[in-house]
T-cell receptor
Framework: DGGITQSPKYLFRKEGQNVTLSCEQN?????MYWYRQDPGQGLRLIYY???????QKGDIAEGYSVSREKKESFPLTVTSAQKNPTAFYLC?????????????FGPGTRLTVT | AQKITQTQPGMFVQEKEAVTLDCTYD???????LFWYKQPSSGEMIFLIY??????QNATEGRYSLNFQKARKSANLVISASQLGDSAMYFC?????????????FGDGTTLTVKP
């Protein structure tokens, strides 16, 4: 089945460690996105990529990094510079282009940093 | 300024009744799309319905319909015949084609509780 996978579902890290969240899609979508969601709040865009080997900062990129070496994969690294990394992270993908398309979301990763 | 505003943090509805979740938006881009997503307690985001800025008719998908009032810049979601499984958080989102690099902007969400 086509879809987006994120692993792991739950992730625990000690403060000061970098951690990488995985996101893979087999929908053949050009565009991929990373969002952060804090409890009871909406989604905030961290980074997005509209094509392989290219990505742009979203609204809250500080303390995060990404890569887009393959169309299917868009991993997110939460660095030790991120002041408050504990959150729910959602990856999404969509077709890009001149028409508007909905985003398909992965199941998310809950990151807890202590 | 907020691009997407959802003014109802929480809503209650009786099972089998209809409920309207409000969403207003702000854009100067003539080409945009409006989306509603459902987020159950598991955290996954489920796409429900889409309305394009040039669509003449309101979008419908099963029990979901979108009350699109372009002049008022509102895109309210109507859920008919509510079911217990509709209890979730609902997000309105907008994607602008020509501005904002095609990124989606999400509202803060409305938590819907369906009472038996």
């Amino acid at each position: 089945d086509g879809g987006i996978t994120q692993s792991p579902k739950y992730l625990f890290r000690k403060e000061g460690q970098n951690v990488t969240l995985s996101c893979e899609q087999n929908l053949n979508h050009d565009a991929m996105y990373w969002y952060r969601q804090d409890p009871g709040q909406g989604l905030r865009l961290i980074y997005y990529s509209q094509i392989v080997n290219d990505f742009q900062k979203g609204d809250i990129a500080e303390g995060y990094s990404v890569s887009r070496e393959k169309k299917e994969s868009f991993p997110l690294t939460v660095t030790s510079a991120q002041k408050n990394p504990t959150a729910f992270y959602l990856c999404a993908s969509s077709n890009s282009g001149t028409s508007v398309h909905e985003q398909y979301f992965g199941p998310g990763t809950r990151l807890t940093v202590t | 300024a907020q691009k997407i505003t959802q003014t109802q943090p929480g809503m209650f509805v009786q099972e089998k009744e209809a409920v309207t979740l409000d969403c207003t938006y702000d854009t100067s881009d003539p080409s945009y799309g409006l989306f509603w997503y459902k987020q159950p307690s598991s955290g996954e985001m489920i796409f429900l319905i889409y309305q394009g800025s040039y669509d003449q008719q309101n979008a419908t998908e099963g029990r979901y319909s979108l009350n699109f009032q372009k002049a008022r810049k509102s895109a309210n979601l109507v859920i008919s015949a509510s079911q217990l499984g509709d209890s979730a958080m609902y997000f309105c989102a907008m994607r602008e084609i020509n501005t904002n690099a095609g990124k989606s902007t999400f509202g803060d969400g409305t938590t819907l509780t369906v009472k038996p």
